[in-house]
């Protein structure tokens, strides 16, 4: 008799994967990223996409499953079919964005990010709440390794939705931002800055160059020759 295996949703929206002890089946749930035991509630569970539901069920072929009801609507769309609420939910961000003046390069960035996102979940934005939106952007950043900037941006762009399309701005009141992200400055070789000056033949040039660069130590000098 096959072992039988519930899938279903918990409090935060993750994906939930249950079943008694299987070493197999264990091995097929690590082979899915994302992953996370709770130790507690005896599950696995995975950030909620549709994506992963997909991935799941595949691993899972042939074995015996129960899946929660609420799940089964996110089985049968195909990846590249838009439901009914994403085009009219693009065209109110399109207008919102004309509307408020947002340059060309700004709208086609949060209308990608938007669009990102809705096909991510493949649900209505507005029965997604801050715990799914942070599930979403922790996707991003694990997963798809996204940088900084994009991060940020793809903030911006859901604050966008909820706060002027869709009327929910409490939805992302809390919602962190990445930190600003501090390089290093790029330090040229001694070398290079000795050789670079010594190709400046106008003496007042040369000075007006060493005079900021604080590089102007006696040793450079005996290397450059007297100005």
Same mark, same amino acid.
């Given at each position: 008799?096959?072992?039988?295996?519930?899938i279903g949703r918990d409090t935060s929206g993750r994906i939930t994967v249950a079943f008694s002890y299987n070493p197999v089946y264990?091995?097929?749930?690590?082979?899915?990223?994302?992953?996370?035991?709770?130790?507690?509630?005896k599950y696995w569970s995975?950030? &909620? *996409?549709?994506? !992963?539901l997909e991935?799941? #069920?595949?691993?899972?072929?042939?074995?015996?499953?129960h899946i929660d009801p609420a799940l089964q609507v996110s089985i049968h769309p195909k990846a590249d079919t838009p439901a009914p609420y994403q085009g009219r939910i693009i065209e109110a961000v399109k207008?919102?964005?004309?509307?408020?003046? &947002? *340059?060309?390069? !700004?709208?086609?960035?949060? #209308?990608h990010h938007i669009d990102h996102y809705m096909r991510h979940f493949r649900e209505d934005p507005k029965k997604l709440d801050e715990g799914y939106i942070k599930e979403y952007l922790l996707h991003l950043v694990d997963e798809e390794k996204v940088s900084r900037s994009y991060h940020n941006q793809a903030v911006n762009a859901l604050k966008f939705l909820y706060n002027h399309v869709l009327g929910?701005?409490?939805?992302l009141s809390k919602l962190p931002r990445p930190r600003k992200e501090?390089?290093?400055p790029v330090v040229l070789a001694r070398q290079y800055v000795i050789?670079?000056?010594?190709?400046?033949?106008?003496?007042?040039?040369?000075?007006?160059?060493?005079t900021p660069c604080d590089i102007a130590s006696p040793h450079t000098y005996s290397k450059m020759g007297q100005i």
């Amino acid at each position: 008799m096959k072992q039988s295996i519930k899938i279903g949703r918990d409090t935060s929206g993750r994906i939930t994967v249950a079943f008694s002890y299987n070493p197999v089946y264990i091995e097929k749930v690590k082979a899915i990223k994302g992953y996370k035991w709770h130790l507690k509630e005896k599950y696995w569970s995975f950030p &909620y *996409s549709a994506l !992963t539901l997909e991935k799941i #069920l595949s691993v899972f072929n042939g074995e015996k499953i129960h899946i929660d009801p609420a799940l089964q609507v996110s089985i049968h769309p195909k990846a590249d079919t838009p439901a009914p609420y994403q085009g009219r939910i693009i065209e109110a961000v399109k207008k919102e964005l004309k509307l408020r003046g &947002y *340059s060309q390069k !700004t709208r086609k960035a949060y #209308l990608h990010h938007i669009d990102h996102y809705m096909r991510h979940f493949r649900e209505d934005p507005k029965k997604l709440d801050e715990g799914y939106i942070k599930e979403y952007l922790l996707h991003l950043v694990d997963e798809e390794k996204v940088s900084r900037s994009y991060h940020n941006q793809a903030v911006n762009a859901l604050k966008f939705l909820y706060n002027h399309v869709l009327g929910m701005p409490r939805i992302l009141s809390k919602l962190p931002r990445p930190r600003k992200e501090r390089k290093l400055p790029v330090v040229l070789a001694r070398q290079y800055v000795i050789t670079l000056l010594q190709s400046v033949a106008n003496i007042k040039h040369r000075v007006l160059l060493i005079t900021p660069c604080d590089i102007a130590s006696p040793h450079t000098y005996s290397k450059m020759g007297q100005i």
